[in-house]
């Protein structure tokens, strides 16, 4: 799967890898370097990053869905409790 990024985000990300190359590194990266190491990036090291992502959403649905009744959980005939329990305060 290769990842692809919309052109603002992509503009943006090579920003970032310019600014970043200029903080670290003794020689500037150009704008088709960076886009290039982008590429490399998404193609190479993006699949592993979105598949935790997925597992860690996997894992976390999972986790809602065993515990569905504590979750969505309604009391059932709640009228009554609430009635005695405002004429216990009244008292």
Known sequence: MVMELDK??????IASIRRYSEANFSEPLAELGAGLLLNFILE???PAIYNRA???AQTRMQQRAA???????A?????????????????
């Open 44 to 46: 190479e090291i993006g």
């Open 75 to 91: 009391e059932e005939f709640p009228y009554w409790r609430k009635v005695a329990a405002g004429q216990k305060k009244r008292r």
């Open 67 to 73: 515990d569905l009744t504590g979750e969505l959980y």
């Open 54 to 56: 997925i597992a860690d």
């Open 8 to 13: 603002a985000t992509r503009a943006e990300a």
